[in-house]
């Protein structure tokens, strides 16, 4: 490589001081290239057999099978090898010291929007032809310890996103219903082992306020499914019959997808937020034998029983919408109980219906919602907590259940062998709101390292310690030290929750 | 892969001129001398250029330089009092003054070309060229003379196939409006692409590529007489040649399929007709382009947005050995600058040259400034820049955004040369412009000082030997 | 009925442990056992508070400081007691959100549209947030003076704790208007705000001068000057919309510094943080919120809240959390801080931010703010942490009474 050279002088010295030590990293690029997550790293002649890598002596939340404190986890290639305290290490086996550490699952955000780096889920193209591994988004979302995204519905909220998210809209379809979606990982600088399922599901929103045309029209779509099964059906055992100049029955993609949904082969969202939506969706999975997974369903804690029967599962907001319209409220004019409830997730949990959390904000942002979007996802589970349910299946409701919802928990949500080594190494344990992704893998390579992204180096896992290599934008002199970074006298004024 | 001659002429006339010049390259490396021994040439006028110093790219930098022209091509190129200079003739005496060839546009949308690089879409326009809608108008053709650029590559816009890339060099202003035919000098020069990354565009491309290689595989059977041989794409990486289709996902479900697998036609047919001598397979004008840049007759250029799309385009170079574009990053899709530097090693391994936009990438989540140019470079990835300018007036900014990379580390021999004799390998000039030696046109710029230090001042341009642009002898 | 018999049997069991049954005095609580943060000193361990008549009446550890009896017991063992929040930026207080009648309205105030025992109310003492300032909104650059009230209270006298409560600048943002082809940019409201305080000022000498003698007319009352008198005396602060870098940096020269006012920053997002240096000179608190972080351009690191204040040199006595409620909703104020914590404030500050820090800045830190004899009794009893979301309020009072209690009440949050 041929040496570099510098302009010398008042204009070099002028550079240096506007930007900083770009020159030398300029110099130095190739180098730091190769060290960075983001970008591609540079072709390594291949080693023969497997690459291991062990993640030892941590605190292994694996939601399939407990809590296991001073497990080792191995990594094989792209799979979860082995999960245990009895783990052998091979010889050759890149080994992180896991001690104080957490590891846990990537989280599955089962609906999202922009995680996936897709600038419009919509889109009829298959996302794995199109998506963006370099996203910023997506590089947040993992930092936050998404590595599983459902996306369904339309473009991204910006980055400085309105004031109230529309959670009806966090997936497409309308009361007839439609087929898309993806269910895609973060797979940070590379498109290999992106897609887990797609088409995803098949979406429905409950008539609401439309009216009784509206209801009419859906059921409509639900006898067609029937009678499309049904014709599928007579035809299959017609050709198995030796029967000559049949047709294969035809019907459009929608319909077709909530038959084969009939058939369990596709999971469908049914959008019901209040009773009344809920209770004309139930009656329809019931009658139609569709297991619905309904979504954002707000006053499903007050049905708990018809919910059990009738629905494969619900989706909550473990903390409600927030805003004024959506606190606890009473209706004068529904005599039943209704409207929101803290304990939402544990009343489901205690009848035995599987639930997983979404966010507020499905997407990803900065302003107003920050810490109830995409990026709190954990964080929101938490609130279950508080309503109610146990650590573990506050987890469960952000990793394996999501997975089986979508149909792909024999790749995700566990750490089980034979899994996707699709692993978070945490600073706290998955639940506390000061937790940050320290690594997270995704098909068993580093897709995030904290380290080595900006984003929430700075940050020091113990809050009294000044941040790392504070000085932002660096030219902003020298900053005066705090003398009392833990002002109360017992130094922890609030120490960390009990584990 | 480089085209020697751009005019269009017949077949044995391109030949003819290919071994002259070979010839005269032969020659050119035993006496360093004007073709002394050629009776035209000695007659032919020749101006000697006396220069304080000579960029010429493929030959160092020479202090004290002469450099003799005549009928537009450079002669020679040496060092002053070595060089012998023919007697007959004259002398442009620029003894304070530095020179560097012109530079080379490599992807410009000047003259009504187009607004902006549309990537979208997937149309097969083929051998379609932007000729018809050039419109250069008085003052652009002023402008364009000053600006330091002696060839512009004029793209055609639009996802997919976008059609064939024009060859513009500026000629001296004249009052009115300009001849068109006095700037244009190939309209066929290049091959231009556009690749959005989406499924409807991936399998236009593969498909276009898998026709194109049929067609050559065909055509070649066919010249042998022999039989129709299986379209096999060349040289194909097992592990990539087949994108990963066939997942568990996709297969049909039990119960569901087809009793009955249907067999491809071509396979009943030929199961139950006996094989014909192959006929010549029909030439289609809109794949022609494709074909002629897989046997590497035609350079070709794919647009994509960054380095996202890079990955995606990776399925496509996969699928024929030969599919080789150079590869233009045109930054529209990414806010942090050119970000090439994500998959420096996807290009190195594809063997590809990467057009870019000349500047530094300031990335979120990287922290730094980072000179994509130099790591692409360092990496061994060839590296042309295109300016950013939409607008001829921007043209005046190129040179300080090299030197903007030659601060954060880039060497200015390889910032110049990545502005002249890469883009025109990239269009396949490589033999015609962008450096100084002999056999080339004489093409390059004056300047009073090193072309890329911020006080230095374009003095002249000089354009097939024509000094079209002197800013000793004009009004500015 | 049954919850008499309740009441009766434990009285009972008392009795039989603690010897004569004394007939429980209305008004007075013991809270024994949890951990006590006072934020006047170390926290306890195991603590006792007592509360008389409205008023926290002593703090002691278990052991040492002795129940008296006629005091209502809770047991607070392995929970923690903590004084009631102080959100420093609400506008549910009251009904209106603010009257655009000109750029700046020094003449408007939201006292006589507060709302008793409000919905809105009911939610943030559930929350444990006993105290809110209610201001004016942000559409003009001077909304009015705002009000402090507690979130729990049956009569007016009980709600109000003092008004005028600040004065409501805003800064930017929400009250500019058009490219300065109608109303007023950056530079004209500054100027405009500038103005009427100057006015203000002069009008405050005036009356001070006839106060004290030096002049013998008096001057003519002006309501529209008339509460800005409490500012120059320093009985209250300016409780200013700003964030950007640019902005507060006006608010900081021409509030802080040229006007000497009382100034707090509310919102103080995005960029504003890199005014740390001259807010440290001029005195002034940052208040974050509502929940916008800051990732920055520059470098892509993520910022957030008032953790970045902090760690710019303001000490700690100097930061604040606000929600601007109900943009964030007003029960959220724990969570806001548990967000400024998980981008870097360590939990102590966040804590004296929601609590003392709060009272001081409002000028109310003898009466709130901390548990110490005679100040409010104003506090919640948490399952834990108050930042975890896991944790919960169990019980809040306000002035001694019981506010909210999740076993009588049913858990609200």
Same mark, same amino acid.
């Given at each position: 490589m041929r040496a570099r050279i510098f302009m010398s002088g008042l204009v070099v010295a002028s550079m240096l001081s506007a930007q900083g030590e770009a020159p030398k990293e300029g110099a130095k690029a190739p180098a730091a290239a190769a060290t960075r997550p983001a970008a591609e790293q540079p072709v390594a002649e291949k080693k023969a057999g497997p690459r291991w890598v062990a993640i030892k002596d941590a605190t292994l939340h694996t939601v399939s099978h407990g809590v296991i404190t001073g497990g080792t986890l191995l990594i094989k290639d792209k799979l979860i090898h082995a999960v245990g305290t009895d783990v052998t290490i091979p010889e050759g086996a890149e080994i992180i010291d896991g001690r104080g550490k957490h590891v846990a699952p990537g989280f599955v955000a089962i609906a999202a929007k922009g995680a996936l780096g897709l600038r419009n889920s919509t889109n009829k193209e298959k996302a794995e032809h199109r998506f963006d591994p370099f996203a910023d988004f997506m590089q947040l979302a993992l930092a936050n310890g998404v590595t599983t995204a459902h996306e369904s519905g339309g473009m991204a909220d910006s980055m400085f996103g309105g004031l109230f998210g529309s959670v009806g809209s966090a997936f497409i379809g309308s009361h007839t219903g439609q087929v898309g979606g993806v269910v895609g990982k973060l797979t940070a600088g590379t498109i290999e082992g992106f897609t887990l399922r797609e088409p995803a599901a098949f979406y429905m929103n409950a008539p609401g306020g439309q009216g009784g045309s509206a209801r009419l029209e859906q059921r409509d779509?639900?006898?067609?499914?029937?009678?499309?099964?049904?014709?599928?059906?007579?035809?299959? +055992?017609?050709?198995?019959?030796?029967? +000559?100049?049949?047709?294969?029955?035809?019907?459009?993609d929608n319909v077709s997808a909530l038959a084969d949904a009939m058939n369990g082969d596709v999971p469908v969202f049914y959008y019901a937020d209040n009773r009344r939506d809920m209770e004309f969706g139930l009656e329809l999975a019931q009658e139609f034998g569709v297991p619905v997974i309904l979504h954002t369903a707000q006053e499903a804690w007050a049905m708990a029983a018809d919910v059990s029967r009738s629905a494969a599962g619900v989706i909550l907001l473990p903390r409600g919408k927030g805003g004024s319209a959506t606190r606890p409220y009473t209706d004068p004019n529904v005599d039943a109980p209704h409207g929101w409830r803290i304990e939402s997730a544990s009343i489901m949990q205690k009848t035995g219906v599987p639930w997983s959390t979404m966010t507020l904000n499905t997407g990803i942002t900065t302003s107003l919602f920050g810490g109830r979007d995409l990026l709190g996802l954990n964080l929101e589970a938490a609130f279950a907590v508080r309503g109610g349910v146990s650590n573990e299946e506050a987890l469960r409701s952000i990793t394996l259940t999501p997975a089986e919802m979508l149909r792909v928990a024999d790749r995700i949500g566990s750490l089980d062998k034979g899994k996707d080594a699709d692993i978070l190494i945490l600073d706290r344990e998955?639940?506390? #709101?000061?937790?940050?992704?320290?690594?997270?893998?995704?098909?068993?390579?580093?897709? #995030?390292?904290? @380290?080595?992204?900006?984003? #929430?180096?700075?940050?020091?896992?113990?809050?009294?310690?000044?941040? +790392?290599?504070?000085?932002?934008?660096?030219?902003?002199?020298?900053?005066?030290?705090?003398?009392?970074?833990?002002?109360l006298p017992d130094g922890s004024a609030a120490p960390a929750p009990a584990k | 892969?480089?085209?020697?001659?751009?005019? @269009?002429?017949s077949d044995s006339l391109r030949a003819l001129a290919l071994t002259l010049i070979l010839a005269t390259l032969v020659f050119a490396q035993e006496t360093p001398e004007p073709a002394a021994g050629d009776d035209a040439a000695a007659k032919a006028p020749v101006v000697a250029w006396h220069v304080k110093r000579a960029h010429t790219i493929t030959g160092g930098v020479i202090d004290a330089a002469v450099i003799l022209v005549s009928n537009g091509k450079i002669t020679a190129v040496g060092k002053e009092g070595v060089l012998e200079v023919p007697t007959h003739a004259t002398?442009?005496?620029?003894? @304070?003054?530095?020179?560097?060839?012109?530079?080379?546009?490599?992807?410009?949308?000047?003259?009504?070309?187009?607004?902006?690089?549309?990537? $979208?879409? @997937?149309?097969?326009?083929?051998?379609?060229?932007?000729?018809g809608k050039l419109d250069p108008q008085e003052a652009d053709v002023k402008k364009f003379a000053r600006s330091g650029f002696t060839t512009v590559a004029l793209m055609p816009t639009g996802g997919g196939v976008s059609g064939?890339?024009?060859?513009a060099k500026p000629v001296k202003p004249v009052a009115g409006l300009p001849e068109i035919g006095s700037l244009i000098r190939d309209d066929k020069a290049a091959l231009a692409m556009a690749f959005e990354p989406g499924t409807a565009t991936r399998d236009f491309f593969l498909k276009s590529i898998e026709k194109a290689r049929k067609y050559i595989t065909d055509l070649e059977a066919f010249k042998k007489g022999g039989k129709p041989a299986e379209a096999k794409p060349a040289e194909p990486k097992s592990a990539e040649a087949k994108p990963a289709e066939a997942k568990p996902a996709d297969a049909p479900k039990e119960g569901e399929a087809k009793p009955e697998e249907k067999k491809p036609e071509g396979e009943k047919k030929a199961e139950e007709k006996k094989p014909e001598p192959p006929k010549e397979p029909q030439k289609d004008p809109k794949l022609q382009p494709l074909v002629d840049a897989l046997e590497a007759k035609l350079p070709g250029v794919l647009f994509i947005s960054g380095a996202a799309a890079f990955l995606h385009t990776e399925a496509l170079l996969a699928a024929d050995a030969s599919f080789r574009p150079a590869v233009a990053f045109t930054g529209a899709a990414f806010r942090g600058g050119p970000d090439a530097w994500r998959v420096v090693a996807g290009l190195k391994k594809a063997g590809v040259t990467v057009l870019m936009p000349p500047?530094? $990438?300031?990335v979120p989540f990287i922290a730094t400034l980072r000179s994509t140019a130099a790591i692409l470079l360092d990496a061994g990835v060839p590296v042309a820049f295109m300016p950013e300018a939409r607008e001829l007036e921007g043209l005046e900014r190129f040179r300080g955004e090299l030197l903007q990379l030659v601060r954060h580390g880039l060497h200015p021999d390889d910032a110049l040369r990545a502005a002249t004799l890469t883009p025109a390998e990239v269009l396949g000039l490589g033999q015609r412009t962008g450096s100084l030696e002999q056999g080339r046109d004489a093409d390059f710029v004056l300047y009073d000082g090193e072309p890329l230090a911020p006080t230095t001042k374009l003095i002249a341009v000089v354009v097939d030997g024509a000094v079209i642009h002197d800013a000793t002898k004009e009004d500015r | 009925m049954r919850t008499l018999g309740v009441i009766l049997v434990l009285t009972l069991v008392l009795a039989a442990q603690e010897g004569p049954v004394a007939p429980l005095e209305p008004g007075c609580f013991a809270l024994t056992g949890g951990r006590v943060y006072t934020m006047a000193g170390p926290s306890i361990e195991r603590g006792v508070v007592l509360m008389r008549d409205g008023k926290i009446e002593q703090v002691g550890a278990l052991g040492e400081l002795p129940v008296p009896a006629g005091y209502r017991v809770v047991d607070t063992t392995g929970q923690r007691v903590i004084p009631g929040f102080i959100e420093l930026h609400n506008h549910t207080a009251c009904s209106d959100l603010h009257d655009i009648v000109y750029q700046v309205n020094p003449e408007l105030r939201v006292l006589d549209n507060i709302e008793l025992d409000s919905p809105e109310m009911r939610i943030a003492r559930a929350g444990g947030v006993t105290t809110v300032l209610s201001i004016p909104g942000s559409g003009t650059n001077m909304g009015g003076f705002g009000a402090i009230v507690k979130t729990f209270g049956e009569t007016p006298k009980e709600v109000l704790v003092r008004f005028p409560g600040a004065l409501k600048i805003a800064q930017a943002g929400n009250p500019e208007r058009g490219n300065g082809d109608l109303g007023a940019g950056r530079i004209g409201m500054n100027w405009m705000i500038r103005n009427?305080?100057?006015?203000?000022?002069? #009008?405050?000498?005036?009356?001070?001068?006839?106060?004290?003698g030096k002049t013998k007319t008096q001057p003519a009352k002006d309501p529209r000057y008339e509460y800005l008198r409490g500012l120059y005396r320093g009985e209250y602060p300016v409780a200013v919309h700003t964030q950007i870098f640019q902005v507060v940096q006006s608010t900081l020269r021409m509030l802080a510094r040229d006007l000497k006012l009382k100034v707090v920053i509310d919102h103080g997002e995005f960029d504003g943080f890199i005014n740390a240096q001259l807010a440290i000179d001029n005195n002034v608190s940052a208040a974050c919120g509502p929940r916008i972080f800051w990732l920055s351009p520059n470098d892509g690191r993520f910022f957030g809240l008032a953790a970045s204040w902090y760690w710019m040199g303001v000490s700690d006595d100097h930061i604040g959390v606000n929600t601007d409620s109900p943009v964030v909703p007003q029960?959220?104020?724990?969570?806001?801080?548990?967000?400024?914590?998980?981008?870097?404030?360590?939990?102590?500050?966040?804590?004296?931010?929601?609590?003392?820090?709060?009272?001081?800045?409002?000028?109310?830190?003898?009466?709130?703010? $901390?548990l110490e004899t005679g100040k409010d009794a104003d506090l919640a009893i948490w399952t834990g942490d108050p930042f975890d979301p896991r944790s919960r309020v169990l019980m809040t009072f306000v002035n001694g009474k019981v506010a909210y209690d999740a076993a009588r009440d049913g858990q609200r949050f």
């Open positions: 779509v639900f006898e067609k499914a029937k009678k499309h099964r049904a014709a599928v059906k007579t035809w299959l +055992k017609d050709l198995a019959a030796g029967k +000559k100049d049949l047709t294969e029955p035809k019907t459009d998955p639940l506390d #709101y000061r937790t940050f992704v320290e690594r997270a893998f995704v098909n068993g390579r580093v897709a #995030y390292d904290e @380290s080595v992204t900006p984003l #929430y180096a700075h940050i020091q896992t113990d809050r009294r310690q000044p941040p +790392k290599n504070w000085k932002p934008w660096g030219i902003w002199g020298e900053l005066p030290e705090q003398k009392n970074p833990a002002p | 892969m480089t085209r020697p001659v751009m005019d @269009s002429v002398h442009e005496e620029r003894r @304070s003054l530095t020179v560097a060839p012109g530079f080379v546009h490599p992807a410009a949308l000047f003259f009504g070309a187009g607004e902006r690089f549309d990537l $979208s879409g @997937s149309a097969a326009k083929g051998d379609e060229t932007v000729r064939m890339v024009t060859i500047q530094m $990438s300031n | 009427v305080l100057v006015e203000g000022r002069a #009008y405050h000498e005036a009356w001070c001068a006839f106060e004290e029960e959220e104020l724990p969570y806001q801080a548990a967000m400024a914590i998980r981008h870097g404030l360590p939990e102590g500050v966040a804590l004296k931010g929601l609590t003392i820090n709060a009272a001081r800045f409002l000028c109310l830190e003898k009466r709130l703010g $901390s």
